[in-house]
């Protein structure tokens, strides 16, 4: 129970953003301490590793052991070519302590469901703790880590960032929490736990809310898929209880039926009126976020942004062509950059590829672990299912945190070194792991049918 506990707190610790990373950076201890609780957890995990867990059962954590120690040997070189060995070395920290906590993730899931739900649970904590940093952001008017100076900070005091770098990495990182919260009310038994499942889901409709003030369009999007995936498989869940109940006995009260049902369609008209307000009341949709994102969406600064971020994409492949493969240094691109005499980008900034930027500065070997990895994710999620229900929310949770995962990797300026990317890359390790196929979480046996209650005999 206390290795349960700890591993919510270490989902926790890391969700929260700056809140628990800028002290740690302030203490000298954000690398070391997550490569020290990695190998913690490693050693843990190893002493409690399943008698008799086989090929596949060892594919997961073996590819992530395989992916740490090829970045640790490709970062050894990077932080060598660096062409700024300060910021070289800062970016390798970064790295090291986000690898650290994948390795880690994946350690304390141990690819079983007690794991899983140990993990599962530190989510509703981050997302309300992502809700109440952004409704202290709204309050004061005023961005609690974000410096003055940034353009769509000062222009619009609705946008909130929360404890990230940026509104479109809170927007991303919310989603996820979102997911997480969701996969975690579906865990919960259906009768004993009403008041808590109803608690969760109106987290989830503020953690939505947040999102939209980020008017960040990925955010938003990725957001819109996860909701979108949840909601289809709730809805099937539902159909088949449903359907299970149609041959057994009548309910013995039908108002007891259509008292939920009748709130249900209140709820759904007041909430449809609500959102119609929200864009046709002047006074609202002055204030609505997403109003806002769908008009800037034709406006000659996005084209502009989306522009940047093509050549950009073109310049780091360049440089990549011009490479040996075995990476051009920690925190090189910007220099790279910056020494180029005709870049062909309108302003010398981040990549905005962290896949690409893990290829070009630390080099193919780096790269292939982690398509490995990923592809092993796929394997998992395209494997014919388990008989079950859990084997559909674990499937669900993994999408549910790919889905940001990439949004962040492809959209971002870097999550490089960004602790919450690590953490869902470890978590959709961590549900690949479970549904590769751990021994404990075997397909349980088909109850044999009552002949008794059916009448065949």
């Known amino acids: ?38 190998v913690v957890a490693v050693w843990w995990a190893a002493f409690r590793w399943p008698p008799r867990a086989g090929l596949r059962g060892a594919a997961v954590p073996a590819a992530m052991l395989l992916f740490a120690a090829t970045v640790a040997c490709s970062a050894a070189l990077a932080l060598r070519r660096a062409p700024d060995p300060v910021e070289g070395r800062t970016e390798v920290q970064g790295l090291l302590a986000g690898v650290a906590i994948a390795v880690t993730t994946v350690a304390l899931s141990r690819g079983s469901w007690r794991g899983l739900t140990a993990l599962r ?102 957001c819109v898929l996860v909701l979108t995936v949840h909601a289809a498989v709730g809805l099937h869940r539902r159909r088949a209880r449903v359907g299970g109940r149609s041959g057994g006995p009548p309910h013995p009260d039908p108002a007891r039926r259509r008292h939920p049902r009748a709130i249900g369609v209140g709820l759904t008209v007041a909430a449809c009126a609500v959102l119609a307000a929200a864009f046709l009341v002047p006074a609202l949709a002055a204030r609505n976020p997403v109003l806002h994102l769908a008009t800037s969406a034709a406006e000659p600064g996005t084209a502009r942004s989306d522009r940047l971020r093509l050549d950009l994409l ?17 925190a090189s691109f910007e220099v790279l950059l910056a020494r180029d005499p005709a870049p062909g980008v309108a302003s ?45 929310l674990v499937r669900v949770e993994a999408l549910g945190f790919v889905v940001p995962y990439l949004g962040l990797g492809c959209a971002s300026a870097t999550v490089l070194t960004t602790p919450i990317w690590w953490l869902l890359f470890g978590e959709t390790a961590a549900a690949a792991w479970w549904l590769l196929g751990s021994p404990d979480e075997g397909v349980q046996p088909r109850a044999r049918p009552d002949h008794a209650a059916t009448g065949q005999g």
Request: avoid cysteine; charge should be positive; hydrophobic fraction near 55%.
């Open 1 to 38: 129970m206390r290795a349960e506990v700890l591993t919510t707190l270490f989902v926790l610790a890391v969700a929260a953003g700056d809140l628990t990373l800028y002290p740690l950076i302030h203490l000298r201890l954000a690398t070391v301490l997550p490569v020290g609780v990695a």
């Open 121 to 222: 649970r530190g989510w509703p904590l981050a997302l309300f703790l992502a809700v109440l940093v952004a409704a202290v952001e709204l309050l004061t008017g005023r961005h609690l880590w974000i410096p003055s100076g940034l353009s769509w900070a000062e222009t619009s005091r609705t946008i909130v960032a929360g404890a990230f770098r940026n509104p479109n990495d809170f927007a991303l990182a919310v989603t996820a929490m979102i997911s997480g919260t969701l996969s975690h009310a579906a865990t919960l038994p259906r009768h004993r736990s009403r008041p808590l499942r109803a608690a969760l889901h109106a987290l989830v409709v503020a953690g939505v809310v947040v999102v939209a003030l980020t008017e960040s369009r990925s955010g938003l999007l990725a």
């Open 314 to 330: 073109r310049a780091a492949l360049r440089y990549l062509r011009d490479s040996d493969g075995l990476g051009t240094g920690a």
């Open 348 to 392: 010398r900034t981040w990549l905005h590829d962290t896949f690409l930027e893990l290829l070009l500065q630390y080099g193919a070997p780096a790269a292939l672990a982690l398509a490995a990895l990923l592809l092993l994710v796929v394997a998992a999620l395209v494997r014919p299912p388990r008989r079950g229900r859990r084997s559909r």
